[in-house]
T-cell receptor, first 115, second 114 residues
Framework: AQSVTQLDSQVPVFEEAPVELRCNYS??????LFWYVQYPNQGLQLLLK??????LVKGINGFEAEFNKSQTSFHLRKPSVHISDTAEYFC?????????????FGAGTRLFVKA | DTEVTQTPKHLVMGMTNKKSLKCEQH?????MYWYKQKAKKPPELMFV???????INESVPSRFSPECPNSSLLNLHLHALQPEDSALYLC?????????????FGPGTRLLVL
């Protein structure tokens, strides 16, 4: 079964500073990877996803992620964060099982942007 | 319209009550999901419906009973729950249930079992 590991449970950063949220996945022949964001008291929203092709994926709100097959990583980056980026970020992988596909989420990284 | 709606927003129930959670989407999606999310934890998959048929049940206790009356609606019937079932219950949908698809999440129902 697929799995993802988010290496940081919390990341505090000052406003307008760059940020990187780290994610490693278990190796597989092919993999679909996702980053979702959850703002307080809300559901999850897709930031970006990697399916195939270019290893640099651009998403919404100025976020991007790089798929690195040799390091089995899919780190999320933003060059300049805003207070409004404070949220929980989940890396996820799609896993095929009997009956269909399941999304397996990492433990999450809480990004806290300080003024 | 990329919205998934969930009702109620909040629910408090006793261990002997019967209640239902409702989820609705009008995006024409044919796959719908129930997740359970405890505080400061990731969502955990409970059930997947594909074309109105239950395709995945993650060994969820029978006190949770899902139902998909049509392609736009998903219900979760609750009976004889335990306090440890208190959590945020999230519904999601995707076009066909494929592994590459984006899931669209509702805001959740926050459940408290007393």
């Amino acid at each position: 079964a697929q799995s993802v590991t988010q290496l940081d449970s919390q990341v505090p950063v000052f406003e307008e500073a760059p940020v990187e949220l780290r994610c490693n996945y278990s190796s597989s022949v092919s993999v679909y990877l996702f980053w979702y964001v959850q703002y307080p008291n809300q559901g999850l929203q897709l930031l970006l996803k990697y399916l195939s092709g270019s290893t640099l994926v651009k998403g919404i709100n100025g976020f991007e992620a790089e798929f690195n097959k040799s390091q089995t990583s899919f780190h999320l980056r933003k060059p300049s964060v805003h207070i409004s980026d404070t949220a929980e970020y989940f890396c996820a992988v799609s896993d095929q099982s009997t009956g269909g596909f399941k999304t397996i989420f990492g433990a999450g990284t809480r990004l806290f942007v300080k003024a | 319209d990329t919205e998934v709606t969930q009702t109620p927003k909040h629910l408090v129930m006793g261990m002997t009550n019967k209640k239902s959670l409702k989820c609705e989407q009008h995006m024409g999606h044919r796959a719908m999901y129930w997740y359970k999310q405890k505080a400061k934890k990731p969502p955990e998959l409970m059930f997947v419906y594909s074309y109105e048929k239950l395709s995945i049940n993650e060994s969820v206790p029978s006190r949770f009973s899902p139902e998909c009356p049509n392609s736009s609606l998903l219900n979760l019937h609750l009976h004889a729950l335990q306090p440890e079932d208190s959590a945020l219950y999230l519904c999601a949908s995707s076009p066909m249930g494929g592994g590459s698809e984006t899931q669209y999440f509702g805001p959740g129902t926050r459940l408290l079992v007393l």
